[in-house]
Structure formats: structure tokens, C-alpha cells
């Protein structure tokens, strides 16, 4: 597991799959590494944190697990591991972690296995201190961060123009070339652009008109080249010149950049996901746990997160503390918020299974 979306796999699409991995995580079926933290004063302490790994875990581990244990003392330890079998472990009585860093649309999925710990804000001093909005603090989990998917375009395709809309994507004629869209595997269908390129309002999206989406996105279909399942592959393709447009988790394109290869992204329209953090029911170091979160909602360690990688902070004060030039790097720095939109996670738990299947059906021609 290699990326902070990773939670969108097929495993967590219902309690089906959730059930049918039980056995299996009983037997210690699973992908899990735990590792120490570097550095920071011993007394056996500890803390168990599921992230996702990768660039990410690495950059979690610079940015706030190694300074969290040379201001606590406590060892941070790390376990990779997906949402099933995790669950699994919940529901048995015998969590490996303490700390659960995955998006917030799986940890309402969580909630409704009765998997995690209903939170004592008040032990979480950072969520006022940081302002973390409303939006992102519900009675089991705290966003931390977002990540938005948007549009991720070659700079040498079109004659010098530059698509501006998901319009645009869809245009075939005036922005020539093949394009690439996620598949479930990668993350939600992308519906809502669909909307948007038909000329639906942001702000009127929800709830989606899932014929009219499937129409819009059927006049695409040919042009299609490829359907991306991890957040590497848009890149990939762009850098290939298998496709001119696809589209892209919006911190996806940086690396190519620095390789000089021409591609760009369009933020107008782009849907926000975010991240979070929440305690696994029955979880043996719950109080330092609450430490962990309380370290990492700082505004401090949001903004230090997002220097080791292009993580979008939850709290508006953490880009505060970035340079210029660091805090517009970032898709969720004020001067681009209002051009994109969160997904209705509500909206999703409803209706996943069922727009997914549909999907499958749609994408098989």
C-alpha cells in the first residue's frame, strides 16, 4: 500500500466483503508491517498507528511520528493493513492498532461495524486550537487532510490552450487525444465531473443524477483508453503520451513536473476527499492514542506534514505556515478552495454499491 487513498479497494465496498475476510485476518491474513520510530526517549511506550505506507508513511514519519516521540517519549509503530481485515481484527476483540489514519468515508463504514471509539474532544486540544472546520469533526473521527481529484493534462497537446472545465475533458474535438478515468478499484466513480462537463452547478450536484452522469459519460467512452486503479498510473499515461487528459489525485502531477515532463493540472471542479483520524474500538493504547491525534491536528505538524508531501493540511491555519510558494503548491491553499467541492460521503455510503455495479456494467460496453 502505497498511497493515503489506498482505502478506496473493492474489499471495503460492503459487510459482504468484510465478513468473507473474517477467517482469514483470524489467521493473520494481511498486509502488515509494524516498525519503530527513529530516535526519542525510550521507557516503553507506545502507540500503533495504521497509515497507509509508501511515500506517505515516510513522509508521517518525518513530519510527526519522529517528533512526537522526542516530545512524548512515546514509540510510534506502524501497521499497514486494509480496511477488511483490520475490521475483522475490531470486531474479534484483538485490534493490532490504536490510531487509524484512512479516509473519512471509511471510517463511517467503521462506525456502522461498531469499530471505533466514540472521541472525547476534549482531549484533543488541537481540534479548536487548529480550527479544523465543522465539516471535518463527527463523534468517531477528525479530518486531517484532503486530497482532491481534478484534471491532470499534457502542456504540449493542445497548440498552447488549456482545458479549463471538465467541459473541456470532454471535448475530444477541441482538446484531441485520449483520455483515462478512475475505476472503482482507485476510487469513487467519477460521476461528478460528468455532471459538471453537462453543465450541472457545483453547488447542485448532490443528489447525483445518476442516469443523466451515465449518459454524459457513455458520449466518452471510446475515448477512453484507460481506467486507472492506483495513484500513479495517470502520471504514467500523461508521461507516455498515452493519453493527453486524465484524471488525477491532485498531488500526483509534482513529481513529474520536477522530471520536466510538460503536464499540468486544472483544479476547476475538483472533488475534495478527506482523511482522518480515529481510534480503534477496544484499543490498548487509547491514551496515547489521543496524544498521537492531538500531535498531528496541530497546525504545526499539518504544516510540516505537507512540506515532506503534498497532503492538503484540514486546518486553514497550518498554510498559514507555509511559504508563498509551498502554500500555493497545494490544492487546498485559499486561492483554489472555492474552485473545487466535497464529495457528499453521505450521499456515496448510500448509493457506492449500486453506482458500482452499474459502473462495471457501463465500462464492460
Given amino acids: 500500500m502505497s498511497d493515503p487513498q489506498i482505502g478506496r479497494r473493492a474489499l471495503l465496498r460492503g459487510a459482504g466483503g468484510i465478513a468473507a475476510l473474517a477467517s482469514l485476518a483470524a489467521c493473520g491474513t494481511g498486509t502488515s508491517r509494524s516498525s519503530s520510530a527513529a530516535g526519542g526517549k525510550g521507557g516503553g511506550k507506545t502507540v500503533i498507528v495504521r497509515d497507509s505506507g509508501g511515500a506517505f508513511g515516510a513522509a508521517l514519519q518525518k513530519a510527526i511520528y519522529t517528533p512526537f516521540t522526542q516530545e512524548t517519549g512515546i514509540q510510534v ?14 470486531k474479534q476483540g484483538r485490534p493490532q492498532c490504536d490510531l487509524i489514519n484512512n479516509s473519512m468515508m471509511s471510517h463511517f463504514k467503521y462506525v456502522k461495524q461498531d469499530a471505533l471509539e466514540a472521541l472525547d474532544l476534549d482531549r484533543v ?30 502542456t504540449d497537446a493542445f497548440g498552447g490552450k488549456k482545458p479549463e472545465s471538465w467541459a473541456d ?5 477541441a482538446f484531441k487525444g485520449g483520455r483515462s478515468m478512475v475505476s472503482p478499484d482507485g476510487d469513487l466513480p467519477e460521476l461528478e465531473f460528468a455532471l459538471l462537463a453537462d453543465g450541472v452547478p457545483m453547488d447542485k450536484l448532490y443528489p447525483l443524477d445518476v442516469d443523466r452522469a451515465f449518459k454524459v459519460m457513455s458520449r466518452l467512452r471510446g475515448d477512453i483508453k484507460k481506467f486507472w486503479d492506483s495513484g500513479p498510473l495517470p502520471g504514467v499515461l500523461l508521461s507516455r503520451e498515452e493519453v493527453t487528459m486524465s484524471t488525477v489525485w491532485d498531488g500526483r502531477l509534482a513529481d513529474l513536473q520536477k522530471q520536466n515532463v510538460p503536464v499540468e493540472r486544472q483544479l476547476n471542479g475538483m472533488r475534495r476527499q478527506f482523511q482522518g483520524y480515529a481510534i480503534a474500538k477496544g484499543a490498548a493504547n487509547a491514551d496515547n492514542a489521543y496524544l498521537l491525534m492531538d500531535f498531528s491536528l496541530r497546525a504545526e505538524s499539518q504544516a510540516a506534514l505537507a512540506k515532506a508531501f503534498p497532503s492538503n493540511p484540514s486546518s486553514p491555519l497550518a498554510y498559514e505556515k507555509l511559504s508563498e510558494d509551498e502554500r500555493n503548491a497545494l490544492a487546498g491553499a ?19 454499491s449500486a453506482v458500482t455495479k452499474r459502473w462495471l456494467e457501463w465500462a464492460r460496453g
Fill in 125 to 154: 486540544k488541537s481540534v479548536k486550537s487548529a480550527k479544523i472546520p465543522d465539516s471535518q469533526i463527527t463523534e468517531h473521527a477528525v479530518g486531517n487532510s484532503f486530497y482532491g481529484q481534478c484534471i491532470g493534462y499534457r
Fill in 169 to 173: 475533458f470532454w471535448d475530444t474535438k
Fill in 77 to 90: 509503530k506502524v501497521l499497514n493493513l486494509d480496511d477488511a481485515p483490520l475490521l475483522a481484527q475490531i
Fill in 334 to 352: 485559499p486561492k483554489y478552495y472555492d474552485k473545487g467541492f466535497d464529495a457528499d460521503i453521505e450521499w456515496w455510503l448510500k448509493n457506492e
